[in-house]
């Protein structure tokens, strides 16, 4: 593999990265309905405003938010809301992987009865 061919996978792998916190994840869901500032999201979230500054910072290096001012408010939105089909493909993770469970507590409870 190339430097060039790899590069791609290091910035794939950034945008991945910012989105493996809960609250990350938590804050690109709800701006889906639209811009939020930062005492909003502290409202819904619970933590203090540094802690939810830093994480839409990661968001917005990562390219996924972005930002605009009002007086002295930020207002924050989706960049590209295409990263919500993302999601999509995760919860199809999750629900194969609960199906795979599933049929392997069942094949132990036939084994164990």
Request: glycine share 4%.
């Amino acid at each position: 593999m190339d430097k060039k061919e790899w590069s791609v996978f290091e910035a794939r792998a950034k945008i991945i990265k910012a989105l493996s916190h809960p609250a990350r994840l938590f804050i690109v869901e709800e701006l889906q309905n639209g811009e939020l500032c930062v005492n909003e999201l502290r409202d819904m979230i619970g933590f203090d405003m540094s802690t939810i500054s830093k994480h839409l910072s990661i968001l917005k290096n990562a390219g996924i938010v972005d930002d605009r001012k009002e007086g002295t408010t930020s207002f924050y939105y989706l960049r590209v809301p295409c990263i919500l089909k993302f999601f999509g493909c995760i919860r199809e993770v999750m629900e194969s992987n609960a199906r795979q469970s599933n049929e392997i507590m069942k094949s132990c409870n036939l084994k164990f009865k």
